[in-house]
């Protein structure tokens, strides 16, 4: 099984405006299907009730590693912790990056998603396999955020 998810889509948006998709907490929440209640920030806990249907009772949280302005935004997860009687704390999250990188048409974004050999071995599978089509899914929804 692979490690790590790598996915990638040429938006039709400058750099600037799919910064402010992916790191203004109101914004990303919007397109992730997130409520989240504070501006992110390096080294804090973003945290947020799920509004995808059929995951309203989900706690999103992930803690945000990096923000460099118009290039890359990335935090650490517990991939597909949407069981409410798991403690998934004593796991080691994965890492997500969202890279940008100017095109002539917009806006290439790159989301990697790696640390998967570190998931416990009775949920690896599953978790890659759900976040594999999540980011597809993801990726879909920020294209018409920010088209």
Request: cysteine-free.
């Amino acid at each position: 099984m692979n490690d790590r998810i790598e996915k990638s889509i040429e938006l039709k948006a400058p750099v600037s405006r799919v910064w402010r998709a992916l790191t203004d907490y109101r914004e990303f929440g919007e397109w992730f299907r997130v409520k989240l209640g504070a501006p992110f920030e390096p080294g804090k806990l973003a945290k947020g009730r799920i509004t995808h249907p059929g995951y309203e009772h989900v706690i999103w949280q992930a803690t945000i590693k990096a923000i460099e302005p118009e290039h890359l935004f990335s935090f650490t997860w517990h991939p597909y912790a949407v069981d409410a009687s798991v403690d998934y704390e004593a796991e080691t999250p994965t890492l997500v990056e969202f890279r940008l990188e100017s095109t002539p048409t917009g806006t290439l974004l790159r989301i990697t998603e790696t640390g998967f050999d570190k998931v416990p071995s009775g949920r690896r599978a599953e978790a890659f396999r759900m976040n594999e089509g999540g980011w597809a899914a993801q990726l879909e929804n920020i294209r018409h955020h920010v088209a």
